[in-house]
Structures are given as structure tokens and as C-alpha cells.
């Protein structure tokens, strides 16, 4: 008699989903008139895409290696630390930085324990959040990191420049960004129209919300979600066993997936699906949008990754000598194409992540007590075609069964 295999229940927690959402909830510039209201989440997702920018400028201009894996992480590390530390505004977390910073990351560790201890990684966030030890991709984070501040508090300076300290913010961000002027990246950012313009469609993604059409709390962005589906992604893809560049494509997809949504805004899928023919002619629309607004501005590494990344975004695919190749069946990828010179990606894999991240929207907001009938039947929807969803074995569909 066989045995039937046991589906492998993944380490991404409920709680650890939890406390991601968190972020958008957390407001920034609180102290601040703001014409808007900006969270943590989406001054995080526009922080990883100004570092992936910078980082693909330092290698196509520079000739740097970068070290993409190292990248991801400690903007994970990063990422983990400030939502614990929601509560402490910057000025004050970078003196306690300077005579508590260990004390300060033990009670991080501590937080985080449960839900990170057993990912291989969790050993070298303390070490890399303790350490002042310098590498390109800190540096790179660093910059991005500045940069993101400063595009959201230009936003506050020109709506309210006489406003008590806003002068002094002003000069301080903008000296911490100068700072990074080597890079070649922020050479790019500073000098050329083209390059911040397109900084700056990014950060727009902030502006359109997901769900439009039925209030929600937190009230997510394009751009935080995709962020959502990044992480969730990158940490998803240890338990199906993905090989270093899988991960690492896993996260970048996750994070561009949305990327066409610039030109045609979110366009909710029951409008794209029931009008015959709609589906297409959008993703021709996008198509052209992503050709004139951004492939055409960039250098090629970049123009390569952002054609891989959005044509075609959910299907399983791979690379071999530069030509892509698209196959049907996530398994046979994951058999016979998980190598890190396949340069693979999962499509089928990060669709159920796009929809996780779709469900935790729906069934957070009906926690907190707003609700409306496309929630639930959003959520309900979206249960019933994942519930029962493994792919290599893991058993994703746990993620969406289990929560509550």
C-alpha cells in the first residue's frame, strides 16, 4: 500500500503576514500638514524600487558587482526592524541608534523570533542590524532609503513651506541625499529629467488604492501591495526549495507585476474579464504604456528585467542563452529548470501570491470592522480557488484556509 505524501506547510506565518500589514497602517510625517496621508508600507516598496534602480546603474555604469540576494535581505532586515520600532520617530531612533542600537535590536530579535527564527536567515539579521559594516548594497539602501524621504517631504514642503521646522527637515534630508551623490544611480536621479520622472511614476503607484470601488482599512496602494506580494513571494520561495536566482526573481517579480498599472490604473478584474476582448486590448495599452514611459528611458539590464518581469507576468518561464522559453507545468520547471543559470521564474507561484495578498486586503479590512459585500465575496472568492492550492509540494493553500 502507498503512502500518500504529506504536502510540506509553509514557515510565512499568519502573524508575520500580520505584522506586514501593520506597516500600512503606520502614518509617516504625523507631526507634519499633509496634503495626503503617507504610510510606512509604501515609503518601503518605493525605497526597494529606487534601490533596485540604483543597484542595475551601478553595474550597467559602473561595471559594480552586486550582490542581489545580500539586497533583498537587508532591506528585509531593515524592513522587519521598523515595524517593531513603529512607535520611535527617526530623529530619536538615530540617537537611541547610537548609544542603545544593541539593546534595541535584542528586543527587535525578540519580537520577530517566533516568526523568523526558523527561515536560514534569521542568524544574520542580527548581525547585519548590529554591525556598521559597510557594503555596496547597504550603501545602495541607504541612498534609496534618503531618497524616498525626500520625495514624499518635497510633497509637504511645497504645500506648506512656512510651516514650523519644515525648512530646517528640508535641508537635513536633502544634505543626507547629497551625501550619496556617487553613486552612480543618484548621478542619474539629479542630472536627467528622464530618470527622476520615472522615480517618480513609481511613487505615484502610492496614490491609486486597491479596491477602489469599496472602503477598507487599511486602505493599501498598488505600490504597497505589490511589496506584499515581493516579500511574501521571497519568503515563500525557501520552503518550495527555489535556488538563489529563483528567490531573487520571485521577489522583483512580485514587486514589478503592477508595473503597467501606471497608464490604466487598477482596473478591477470582474470590468477586464467579462467584456469580451477588454483583457487583451488593456494589456496591449499597458504594453505600449511601459514601452514609451519606461523601457525607452532605461538601460538594457534594466529593459531586460522589466520585459521579463511584466509580459506574461504569471506564467512559468525561463531563459536559456538570453532566449525566454514558457512552460506549462510548474512542476516540470521546478524539476528540470531549477538551477540559478535558468534564470527561472514561477508564474503560477507568484499568481497564488498576488491573490494572497488580495485575500489578507479583504480579510483585514472585515477584522477591523469595515466590510462591504465585494469584500466578502472578494475574499470568499478568492478562498475557494486557492484553499486547496500546493505547488512543489508545499501546501500554499494553508495560507488562505488557516487564516483568521
Avoid at 526592524?81 to 525578540?110: G, S
Avoid at 506648506?160 to 530646517?168: E, G, H, I, R, T
Avoid at 535556488?243 to 497608464?263: A, K, S, V, W
Wanted: proline residues 3%; hydrophobic residues 40%; charged residues 25%.
Amino acid at each position: 500500500m502507498t503512502v500518500p505524501h504529506t504536502p510540506k506547510i509553509p514557515r510565512l506565518s499568519n502573524s508575520l503576514l500580520r505584522k506586514i500589514f501593520v506597516a500600512a497602517s503606520i502614518r509617516r510625517w504625523n507631526d507634519q500638514a499633509t496634503p495626503i496621508e503617507f504610510v510606512e508600507l509604501d515609503k518601503q516598496a518605493h525605497k526597494i524600487v529606487i534601490a533596485y534602480f540604483l543597484a542595475r546603474y551601478e553595474e550597467s555604469n559602473n561595471k559594480t558587482k552586486i550582490n542581489w540576494e545580500r539586497l533583498i535581505l537587508q532591506f528585509c532586515f531593515e524592513f522587519f526592524e521598523r515595524i517593531v520600532l513603529t512607535d520611535i520617530k527617526p530623529p530619536v531612533f538615530h540617537q537611541l541608534a547610537k548609544t542603545h542600537n544593541n539593546e534595541l535590536v535584542q528586543f527587535v530579535l525578540e519580537n520577530l523570533k517566533e516568526d523568523l527564527q526558523e527561515y536560514e536567515f534569521f542568524s544574520q539579521m542580527g548581525e547585519y542590524l548590529t554591525s556598521h559594516k559597510d557594503n555596496i548594497e547597504r550603501e545602495i539602501l541607504k541612498a534609496s532609503h534618503y531618497y524616498a524621504s525626500k520625495w514624499e517631504f518635497d510633497i509637504i514642503y511645497h504645500f506648506n513651506p512656512k510651516m514650523y521646522d519644515v525648512q530646517n527637515i528640508k535641508n537635513v534630508i536633502d544634505k543626507q541625499v547629497e551625501e550619496h551623490y556617487k553613486l552612480e544611480g543618484m548621478k542619474q536621479i539629479i542630472l536627467y529629467k528622464d530618470t527622476r520622472e520615472l522615480i517618480t511614476m513609481f511613487g505615484q503607484l502610492r496614490f491609486q488604492k486597491r479596491w477602489s470601488q469599496t472602503p477598507r482599512i487599511p486602505a493599501t496602494s498598488v505600490l504597497g501591495h505589490t511589496l506584499i506580494v515581493a516579500l511574501s513571494a521571497y519568503l515563500l520561495s525557501y520552503d518550495l526549495r527555489c535556488c538563489t536566482q529563483m528567490r531573487i526573481n520571485h521577489f522583483l517579480c512580485g514587486l514589478f507585476h503592477d508595473l503597467p498599472e501606471i497608464l490604466t490604473r487598477d482596473i478591477i478584474s470582474p470590468v477586464k474579464h467579462t467584456i469580451k476582448g477588454l483583457d487583451q486590448f488593456i494589456k496591449s495599452i499597458e504594453s505600449q504604456a511601459v514601452q514609451d514611459k519606461i523601457l525607452s528611458r532605461v538601460p538594457q539590464n534594466i529593459k531586460d528585467d522589466i520585459e521579463y518581469f511584466t509580459q506574461d507576468e504569471f506564467s512559468n518561464r525561463y531563459k536559456i542563452d538570453c532566449f525566454r522559453h514558457q512552460i506549462a507545468s510548474s512542476q516540470e520547471l521546478f524539476e528540470h529548470f531549477n538551477e540559478d543559470r535558468f534564470n527561472s521564474i514561477c508564474g503560477e507561484f507568484l499568481k497564488v501570491c498576488d491573490q494572497l495578498s488580495a485575500f489578507l486586503e479583504a480579510k483585514i479590512s472585515i477584522s477591523h470592522g469595515v466590510s462591504s459585500q465585494d469584500l466578502v465575496q472578494g475574499a470568499s472568492g478568492i478562498l475557494e480557488k486557492c484553499k486547496n492550492k500546493k505547488i512543489n509540494g508545499l501546501d500554499l493553500g494553508i495560507l488562505f484556509r488557516n487564516f483568521i
